[in-house]
């Protein structure tokens, strides 16, 4: 499966922006999908995901009840709709896609991720 990261651009603290992950391939539906991000000097690290069949999402704790986690398996396409953004924010945001062994699980390790998008910047100026 191929990705596509969307959506990324300048926005003012306290602002929104919606991110997209296309996918191409076959069996989309399949993978658990993972947003990451990784801000400059620093680690790749989790920010949500979402099971297969969007029954369940996961959130790092600096984002939850901010940041939410959507999939439209119709459309091969995940969302990330960030909301409140912080300046702390700021970073490359990435989407990754799994085939995890356990469907009910998404994993916070980027090890895990065999695909992954080339990743859209998010700057979030205070």
């Known amino acids: 499966v191929q990705l596509v990261e969307s959506g990324g651009g300048l926005v003012q603290a306290g602002g929104s922006l919606r991110l997209s992950c296309a996918a191409s391939?076959?069996?989309?539906?399949?993978?658990?999908i993972a947003w990451f991000r990784q801000a400059p000097g620093k680690e790749r690290d989790f920010v949500a995901g979402i099971t297969w069949d969007g029954g369940s999402t996961y959130y790092a704790d600096s984002v939850k009840w901010r940041f939410t986690v959507s999939r439209d398996n119709a459309k091969n396409t995940a969302y990330l709709q960030m909301n409140n953004l912080k300046p702390e924010d700021t970073a490359v945001y990435y989407c990754?896609?799994?085939?995890?062994?356990?469907?009910?699980?998404?994993?916070?390790?980027?090890?895990?991720?065999?695909?992954w998008g080339k990743g859209t910047l998010v700057t979030v100026s205070s």
């Open positions: 391939g076959r069996a989309f539906s399949s993978y658990s």
């Open positions: 990754a896609a799994d085939l995890p062994e356990i469907p009910t699980v998404v994993s916070r390790t980027p090890n895990e991720y065999d695909y």
